[in-house]
C-alpha cells in the first residue's frame, strides 16, 4: 500500500512541475529553460522527488517581495546549485553543490535578499563561470 501511495505522490508532484510555465533563463551566455514556481505550493514542491535534471532545465522561484528566504534540500534526490537573484537580475549569491538531506535539514540562506532563485544542475555555476554581479536574464510578466 506504500509503494501505491508514493508512486500516487510522485505523479502528482511530476504531474504539477509538467504544468508550470517555463521561461528561458541567461547568465553568461549560457541558458537554460526553467519552470517557474511562483505561488506558495510550487515553490515549496520545487524540485522534490526529482531524479534528474536535464543539463538545460531548471527552475526559477518567483517571490512577491525582496526577503531572504531559506530554502533546504529535504526529499531532493540530485544536488544543485541555488543561484540566489535580487531584485535587479543580478547574482548576490550562490549556494555550489547543495546535497540532498534526511532527517533534520539545515536552511540555505542568501547573504543579501533576493526576489528570485534559479535551480539548476550542481556544477553549473563553475562550468559558466557563474560569479556573484553576474547579470540574469529572463522575462516575468
Known amino acids: 500500500m506504500r509503494i ?3 508512486a500516487f505522490l510522485v505523479f502528482i508532484f511530476s504531474s504539477a512541475f509538467a504544468e508550470n510555465e517555463t521561461r528561458q533563463v541567461c547568465i553568461n551566455n549560457a541558458c537554460v529553460n526553467a519552470k517557474i514556481a511562483d505561488n506558495d505550493s510550487d515553490r ?3 524540485l522534490m522527488f526529482r531524479e534528474s535534471l536535464p543539463e538545460d ?7 512577491q517581495s525582496e526577503d531572504k ?8 534526490l540530485i544536488p544543485l546549485d541555488i543561484i540566489w537573484i535580487s ?8 549556494s555550489q553543490d547543495a546535497k540532498p538531506c534526511d532527517g533534520p535539514c539545515n536552511d540555505l540562506i542568501p547573504k543579501e535578499k533576493i526576489k528570485y532563485v534559479l535551480e539548476v544542475n550542481s556544477g553549473f555555476a563553475n562550468k559558466h563561470k557563474i560569479k556573484i554581479g553576474d547579470k540574469i536574464n529572463f522575462n516575468i510578466d
Open 57 to 63: 532545465q531548471g527552475m526559477l522561484f518567483v517571490f
Open 69 to 76: 528566504y531559506g530554502f533546504w534540500m529535504k526529499n531532493m
Open 87 to 94: 531584485k535587479g537580475k543580478r547574482v548576490v549569491d550562490i
Open 4 to 6: 501505491i501511495i508514493f
Open 44 to 46: 515549496q514542491r520545487g
